[in-house]
């Protein structure tokens, strides 16, 4: 991460010398695809006990768009669409006595499932003049959807089966993610992006179309 921002820090300090035409202008539009990093999957393997068995986390995502369209040559708005889901899974080990009081193994599986959902505002605000980097400030607000759910499933004789709980979603639905952005334009219509923000995903980096 810190080399990271020195990185920025040091492309940011060369636009500022060498300062040409923006890479996008008034009247000018752009798409973002973009794949993510966030603290989720850490998070579910640090739970990760020595009881626990077939434990694994899979993830896809974060992975969104951002659509921007210029109003002028500084000020940008758009829409943003995200979506990520955690996946876990992990098995554990017990016994029961059955009616001969003999000693009897058997097994507990866990799915755990969570997603999340967004579809928001988007503002940007460009303050580089350079006809391939664009560096801006961002605000992303709107709808944040997450819902989360438990499939447990039993060899235990006594509560043999499977059952599902899913929480209903998030009544905490509105959203904001301020940050910052990257762009470098190989062409006049393709380039790369990196964003870090304070939200989901904490930083992402894909494709950069503009048109």
């Keep these: 991460m810190k080399k990271t921002i020195k990185i920025i820090a040091l492309l940011l300090l060369i636009n ?11 009247g000018k539009n752009s798409v973002n695809l973009y794949y993510g990093y966030s603290f989720a999957g850490s998070l579910f393997n640090a739970y990760n006990t020595s009881t626990s068995l077939n434990y694994k986390v899979s993830q896809l995502g974060p992975i969104g768009l951002v659509y921007e369209h210029m109003v002028t040559d500084k000020v940008g708005l758009g829409a943003e669409f995200g979506y990520q889901k ?5 098995d554990y080990n017990d016994t029961y006595f059955n009616s001969s009081s003999q000693l009897v193994p058997y097994t507990e599986s866990y799915n755990f499932k969570y ?5 928001q505002f988007r503002f940007n605000y460009h303050f580089t003049e350079s006809e391939k980097f664009d ?3 961002l605000t992303s607000a709107g709808y944040r959807g997450a819902q989360y759910s438990l499939t447990y499933t039993s060899s ?10 899913t929480t209903p979603k998030s009544p905490f639905i509105i959203g904001v993610k301020p940050g910052i952005g990257l762009r470098y334009f190989f062409t006049d219509n393709l380039g790369i992006n990196l964003e870090i923000a304070a939200g989901t995903p904490l930083m992402c980096g894909g494709v950069s179309f503009k048109f």
């Design 135 to 137: 560096a801006y400030f």
């Design 86 to 90: 955690t996946s876990v899974t992990w």
């Design 115 to 119: 997603t999340l959902l967004r579809a």
């Design 156 to 165: 235990d004789p006594n509560y043999a089966g499977s059952a599902t709980y």
């Design 16 to 26: 500022t010398v060498q300062a040409q035409e923006s890479a996008l202008s008034e």
